[in-house]
């Protein structure tokens, strides 16, 4: 199994992240992380910035969007690990970053409280009039990165368990991990309950600082049932099985882009529809194995040999 230590993606993109979470981005960071550019490719006038979210995935993202753009011939940079969802919208609205992936039903879900939608073409419908004043999505791609609903080959075989349907009766007996705010978003417990009739005995947080650690409670039994997303590497390399869910009670999450609406030209616009249109859930899978398994592959590396092997570079 792979050692990864890494902040807990849902911690970091949650509402309830405000300024300290961006007192402490720029102190895990070493600086302000809208202050200088992570990646080389150009600054001031005309130039466009493509930040990301404190997580690896997201980085390797923003830089496929920066290298596709640079490829178009728009003169792009990175700003990296800016932190939480607020954040970075913030930092989009008052044009310190100009583009930056995002994730399709957490974001309709952050901009609209209320929303109830969880199918992928209706999320996609909505999101254009949810989103704030200047800034537009672009298209979505068919690569999604969402929560799933875990357990070992042996606890899946002792219950027969395919789907969390097949939880209900055994429910009670089972411990279930996921992040803390698993307890109130609609999602999860209260979902759990509502949907699937499942009250697990007990719930357990899991540890903001370490994906290695949640695994591992898994894979010892300490925990029989996780919350985990369904690019991580470790669903593979553990034979997880990942139990299907027949009710919709975990939403659409397509990568897209979200953009400075009048910042991305024609070339820039086509240049990142383009990426959307063959980025896949498998390639979001290879590129995490390559940047958080053994390779320890630096993002930028990553990102370009995707752009090439796709034929966006040469």
Same mark, same amino acid.
């Given at each position: 199994?792979?050692?990864?230590?890494?902040?807990?993606r849902?911690?970091?993109?949650?509402?309830?992240?405000?300024?300290?979470?961006?007192?402490?981005?720029?102190?895990?960071?070493?600086?302000d992380?809208?202050?200088?550019?992570?990646?080389?490719?150009?600054?001031g006038?005309?130039?466009v910035?493509?930040?990301?979210?404190?997580?690896?995935?997201?980085?390797?993202?923003?830089?496929?969007?920066?290298?596709?753009?640079?490829?178009?011939?728009?003169?792009?940079?990175?700003?990296?690990?800016?932190?939480?969802?607020?954040?970075?919208?913030?930092?989009?609205?008052?044009?310190?970053?100009?583009?930056?992936?995002?994730?399709?039903?957490?974001?309709?879900?952050?901009?609209?409280?209320?929303?109830?939608?969880?199918?992928?073409?209706?999320?996609?419908?909505?999101?254009?009039?949810?989103?704030?004043?200047?800034?537009?999505?672009?298209?979505?791609?068919?690569?999604?990165?969402?929560?799933?609903?875990?357990?070992?080959?042996?606890?899946?075989?002792?219950y027969?368990?395919?789907?969390?349907?097949?939880?209900?009766?055994?429910?009670?007996?089972?411990?279930?991990?996921?992040?803390?705010?698993?307890?109130?978003?609609?999602?999860?417990?209260?979902? *759990?309950?509502? &949907?699937?009739?499942? %009250?697990?005995? /007990?719930? !357990?947080?899991?540890?903001?600082?370490?994906? =290695?650690?949640?695994l591992?409670?898994?894979?010892?039994?300490?925990?029989?049932?996780?919350?985990?997303?369904?690019?991580?590497?470790?669903?593979?390399?553990?034979?997880?099985?990942?139990?299907?869910?027949?009710?919709?009670?975990?939403?659409?999450?397509?990568?897209?882009?979200?953009?400075?609406?009048?910042?991305?030209?024609?070339?820039?616009?086509?240049?990142?529809?383009?990426?959307?249109?063959?980025?896949?859930?498998?390639? *979001?899978?290879? &590129?995490?194995?390559? %940047?958080?398994? /053994?390779? !320890?592959?630096?993002?930028?590396?990553?990102? =370009?040999?995707?752009?090439?092997?796709?034929?966006?570079?040469?």
């Amino acid at each position: 199994m792979n050692k990864i230590s890494m902040p807990s993606r849902r911690a970091i993109l949650g509402a309830a992240a405000g300024l300290s979470v961006a007192l402490a981005v720029t102190a895990c960071g070493g600086g302000d992380p809208l202050g200088a550019n992570s990646s080389a490719g150009g600054s001031g006038s005309g130039s466009v910035v493509v930040g990301s979210a404190n997580f690896p995935e997201n980085a390797i993202l923003a830089e496929i969007y920066a290298g596709a753009l640079n490829a178009a011939g728009v003169n792009a940079s990175t700003k990296l690990n800016i932190g939480a969802r607020e954040v970075y919208l913030k930092a989009l609205e008052d044009g310190s970053i100009d583009v930056v992936p995002e994730y399709t039903g957490n974001l309709l879900g952050y901009l609209d409280t209320a929303n109830t939608i969880v199918d992928g073409p209706g999320i996609l419908a909505a999101l254009p009039a949810k989103m704030p004043a200047g800034l537009s999505v672009l298209d979505a791609a068919a690569a999604e990165d969402k929560d799933a609903i875990v357990v070992t080959p042996e606890i899946a075989a002792k219950y027969k368990l395919s789907s969390i349907e097949d939880l209900a009766p055994v429910c009670g007996e089972l411990t279930l991990a996921a992040p803390s705010e698993f307890q109130t978003r609609p999602y999860g417990l209260p979902g *759990l309950k509502k &949907l699937y009739n499942c %009250v697990p005995k /007990d719930f !357990k947080a899991f540890s903001a600082s370490s994906e =290695a650690l949640n695994l591992k409670a898994l894979l010892n039994n300490e925990v029989q049932v996780a919350d985990i997303f369904t690019t991580s590497p470790e669903i593979t390399a553990n034979k997880l099985v990942v139990l299907e869910d027949p009710k919709g009670l975990i939403g659409a999450q397509q990568v897209l882009p979200i953009i400075k609406t009048d910042k991305l030209n024609e070339a820039g616009t086509t240049a990142l529809n383009n990426v959307s249109k063959q980025l896949t859930t498998d390639d *979001l899978i290879a &590129l995490r194995t390559q %940047v958080e398994g /053994d390779q !320890k592959m630096d993002p930028k590396a990553a990102a =370009a040999a995707w752009l090439k092997d796709k034929g966006i570079t040469k």
